[in-house]
């Protein structure tokens, strides 16, 4: 069975940072690639980072560009996604994605097999 397990959300302040982690339980973790999405109330689900597992090359939305940072451990099994200079607009449900690695369309949510529960990020002005 697939888990996706996010942990890292809190609450902080604008211009703070926060680190989010995904533990995956799979096998070929290194093949995957991996997403951050995210969701405020009343949006629709936002793309905010990718990383394939060769690179590896990383993909962002535009409203996170030079703020945030996706990485990953292919020993941990881990992605991690450092946010910096936050602001109360990345406030949002952020939620980990796995999906194959031939995966070409990074930022489509329905591109993404397994996903994880979420961790909320509260960001106060």
């Known amino acids: 069975q697939v888990q996706l397990v996010e942990s890292g959300g809190g609450l902080v302040q604008a211009g703070d940072s926060l680190r989010l982690s995904c533990a995956a339980s799979?096998?070929?973790?290194?093949?995957?690639?991996m997403g951050w999405f995210r969701q405020a109330p009343g949006k629709e689900r936002e793309f905010v980072a990718a990383?394939?597992?060769?690179?590896?090359?990383?993909y962002y939305g535009d409203s996170v560009k030079g703020r945030f940072t996706i990485s990953r451990d292919n020993v941990k099994n881990t992605v991690y996604l450092q946010m910096d200079s936050l602001k109360p607009e990345d406030t949002a449900v952020y939620y980990c994605?796995?999906?194959?690695?031939?995966?070409?369309?990074?930022?489509?949510?329905?591109?993404?097999?397994?996903w994880g529960q979420g961790t909320q990020v509260t960001v106060s002005s």
């Open positions: 990383i394939k597992w060769s690179g590896p090359r990383t």
């Open positions: 799979l096998r070929t973790f290194n093949t995957y690639t």
């Open positions: 994605a796995a999906g194959r690695s031939g995966l070409s369309r990074v930022g489509v949510d329905s591109e993404y097999a397994y």
